[in-house]
């Protein structure tokens, strides 16, 4: 089937698929805490979709794994809810629970998290109202956690003639932001800036941001990041 990955608004998505009616699958970003996002626009997206009455491949289920490393209360919050369910499997169930969905693309790192992913869709349920509950709020302690909210794309960083790992120097910060500065995150920073660009050495070209799906303010975070890591002892 022809189908496409889409990373803009829901307006445009609209458009272009009542232009082109013989697209016939689309691949959308989708979890639980972009649902409601602004600038993602997850659900207005997934509605035209529905609209449309085009099936849908979700990407990004797990934030780029970001949603199996949930802030302390979210994650107590799931726990309490399901002690025997993994942070991932909350994840992959929202999205696959979502009617018109057809597939869920699940980034595994080993085996344990491939025959974690069958087990859990070969033997499907979708959440519950509970769980639905428990999942929302967990999504909004999320949201008010995580300052940079980049999914490591890493579109963002062909074009930087600095050679910046943005993405990289992004998930330190969210989690130096979250758990503190400890010696692991410090150790991380200074293997970076000796191996490819700092944060600092950013021109200001823009090239970065005009690729990156989520159109975040990137020399602002690179900023702020260089004065976070550079201030420390």
Same mark, same amino acid.
């Given at each position: 089937?022809?189908?496409?990955?889409?990373?803009?608004?829901?307006?445009?998505?609209?458009?272009?698929?009542? @232009?082109?009616?013989?697209?016939?699958?689309?691949?959308?970003?989708?979890?639980?805490?972009?649902?409601?996002?602004?600038?993602?626009?997850?659900? #207005?997206?997934? @509605? =035209?979709? =529905? !609209?449309? #009455?085009?099936?849908?491949?979700?990407?990004? *289920?797990? !934030?780029?794994?970001?949603?199996?490393?949930?802030?302390?209360? %979210? +994650?107590?919050?799931?726990?309490?809810?399901?002690?025997?369910? &993994?942070? +991932? &499997?909350?994840?992959?169930?929202?999205?696959?629970?979502? *009617?018109? =969905?057809?597939?869920?693309? $699940?980034?595994?790192?080993?085996?344990?998290?491939?025959?974690?992913?069958?087990?859990?869709?070969?033997?499907? &349920?979708?959440?519950? &109202?509970?769980?639905?509950?428990?999942?929302?709020?967990? %999504?909004?302690?999320?949201? @008010?956690?995580?300052?940079?909210?980049?999914?490591?794309?890493?579109?963002?960083?062909? $074009?930087?003639? !600095?050679?910046?790992?943005?993405?990289?120097?992004?998930?330190?910060?969210?989690?130096?932001?979250?758990?503190?500065? =400890?010696?692991?995150? +410090?150790?991380?920073?200074?293997?970076?800036?000796?191996?490819?660009? !700092?944060?600092?050495?950013?021109?200001?070209?823009?090239?970065?941001?005009?690729?990156?799906?989520?159109?975040?303010?990137?020399?602002?975070?690179?900023?702020?990041? +260089?004065?976070?890591?550079?201030?420390?002892?």
């Amino acid at each position: 089937r022809i189908g496409f990955s889409y990373h803009d608004g829901a307006d445009f998505l609209d458009r272009v698929l009542t @232009e082109h009616p013989e697209i016939q699958l689309v691949q959308l970003q989708i979890n639980y805490v972009d649902w409601e996002d602004p600038v993602v626009q997850a659900r #207005r997206c997934y @509605e =035209v979709c =529905v !609209k449309h #009455r085009r099936p849908v491949a979700v990407m990004e *289920p797990l !934030k780029g794994g970001a949603l199996t490393r949930l802030p302390p209360p %979210a +994650a107590q919050l799931l726990h309490s809810c399901a002690p025997a369910a &993994s942070l +991932a &499997s909350w994840g992959l169930r929202y999205a696959a629970g979502l *009617p018109g =969905v057809e597939v869920v693309l $699940s980034g595994m790192g080993d085996l344990a998290q491939l025959e974690e992913n069958l087990t859990l869709l070969e033997g499907f &349920s979708p959440l519950n &109202s509970r769980e639905q509950a428990a999942l929302e709020q967990a %999504a909004r302690i999320v949201r @008010e956690s995580t300052p940079i909210p980049c999914t490591s794309c890493g579109y963002c960083t062909p $074009s930087c003639p !600095k050679g910046i790992p943005i993405p990289d120097y992004f998930s330190l910060y969210n989690r130096r932001e979250l758990f503190g500065m =400890v010696p692991e995150l +410090a150790d991380s920073y200074r293997r970076r800036c000796a191996a490819h660009g !700092k944060p600092q050495d950013c021109i200001g070209c823009g090239g970065c941001e005009a690729r990156c799906p989520q159109h975040l303010p990137i020399r602002q975070w690179l900023g702020r990041v +260089a004065r976070t890591f550079e201030s420390e002892p």
